[in-house]
């Protein structure tokens, strides 16, 4: 298993980033600082729970080795992934002199790093920043790619930027904080991945499902290595979501109904697991999937204590007409990501989203809520 990993994203050569993986490695900051002594400030971005957690003695740790270090921590949750935190986040950074030199940590999960990935990109016309990820789902998604970027009342993540960090630090020994609601909704994107391109590492998360909730930090070592891997090497491939990226949104264009119709209540890695049944179950009725291979992905679904008639709560038309907000269409159609069979996707003359009937996606949610 690799403790260290090189993302090269192709249009910026230069700026391949480093990726450790590792028990405690955060608390060795020399092994991931910058050796740049020019450094004036290190401001540590967080949220109020995470800074309880981790954030204060990070601080801490810093400035006892030396290091000018503040932190500025936020409420917790995606009600504050808006433009008001991100102006009194660098109001506060303004304040405190923040210069071009100020290096930003962002401590926490998928919220906090979209907030302070953004920040960075924008202030002074940008800093650098490093990624330190606190969640399953922040260290197996959303830390490495580069896509930051805040959420507004007409809908998600729809104002940002690209912005790569300088390395990512992936302590697993922090997930131990972390409630089993939010490893699962990790691990569903995880388990997203390796349905789109890895069966092999499908296998691994079905071995070690148990040991994975428990957060046995050898397997979750594993478990992220294995998922961040996959996602650097599409990211390598397709940095601006082009061509193949579009492939990471596998369940997504459910999901995202779901999520929104439930007006955020369902988490986003559930929301995924919804759209995952009923993504695979459209590519199962265009005769792509085979049936074995929809048993699996139900089974492995259900053991995470997620079950289709929960999407009896949502009415069919809802759904159909949620998706045709989706950020994938083209044309006003609805356009989604197929499974060909397990760990491949179906792709024709390069083209890796496919339109599909919304009485085709009807059949399906149908079936799927019927367990
Ligand atoms: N940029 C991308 O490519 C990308 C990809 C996927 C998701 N996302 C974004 O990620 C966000 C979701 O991320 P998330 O699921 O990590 O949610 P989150 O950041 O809201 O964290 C979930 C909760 O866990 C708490 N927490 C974090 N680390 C903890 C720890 N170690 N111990 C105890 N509690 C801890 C947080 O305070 C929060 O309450 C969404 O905004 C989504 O849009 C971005």
Redesign the pocket.
């Known amino acids: 298993m690799k403790n260290k990993m090189m993302v090269s994203i192709p249009e910026i050569q230069k700026n391949a980033y480093p990726i450790f993986i590792g028990s405690n490695v955060i608390l060795n900051p020399k092994k991931w600082l910058p050796n740049d002594t020019n450094l004036s400030a290190i401001v540590i971005i967080t ?1 109020h ?2 800074k309880k ?1 981790y954030g204060t003695a990070l601080k801490n740790l810093l400035k006892s080795q030396g290091h000018p270090c503040f932190l500025i921590a936020f409420p ?3 009600k504050y ?1 808006n433009n008001q935190t991100k102006i009194k986040i660098e109001n506060t950074m303004l304040r405190r002199y923040c210069d071009r030199k100020t290096l930003i940590l962002a401590l ?7 907030m302070a990935g953004f920040i960075a990109g924008t202030y002074m016309r940008g800093i650098p920043y490093i990624q330190l990820p ?2 399953l ?2 260290m197996v ?2 830390s490495v ?1 580069g ?2 970027g805040l959420d507004t009342p007409q809908g ?2 729809l104002i940002g930027l690209f912005n790569h960090p300088q390395c990512v630090v992936m302590d697993v020994g ?2 131990s ?2 409630s089993q609601k ?1 490893i699962i ?2 691990l569903i ?1 995880a388990i997203k991945v390796f349905m789109t391109n890895d069966v092999k590492s499908l296998k691994y998360t079905q071995r070690n499902l148990n040991k994975i909730l428990l957060c046995d930090s050898n397997v979750i070592k594993e478990l992220v290595a294995r998922a961040i891997t996959l996602k650097a090497s599409i990211v390598e491939r397709d940095e601006k979501e082009q061509g193949q990226r579009a492939i990471l949104n596998f369940g997504h264009t459910i999901g995202h109904a779901l999520e929104h119709l439930s007006q955020y209540k369902i988490p ?1 890695g559930f929301a995924v697991a919804y759209g995952i049944l009923v993504e695979a179950k459209i590519s199962q009725l265009l005769g792509l999937l085979p049936e074995n291979d929809y048993v699996i992905i139900k089974n492995l679904i259900t053991a995470l204590g997620i079950n289709g008639t929960q999407l009896k709560k949502y009415p069919l038309n809802h759904i159909i007409q949620q998706t045709k907000l989706d950020k994938k269409n083209q044309a006003g159609k609805v356009r989604y990501v197929l499974l060909r069979r397990m760990g491949c996707t179906h792709v024709v003359n390069n083209t890796f989203v496919h339109s599909v009937t919304d009485k085709l996606v009807k059949q399906a949610i149908h079936l799927v809520s019927e367990g």
């Open positions: 949220d729970t995470v957690y917790a949750g995606e992934k926490g999960g998928g919220v906090v790093g979209d606190t969640t789902l922040s998604d959303s790619g896509k930051t998600k993540n922090l997930l904080t972390l939010n909704n990790g994107e986003h």
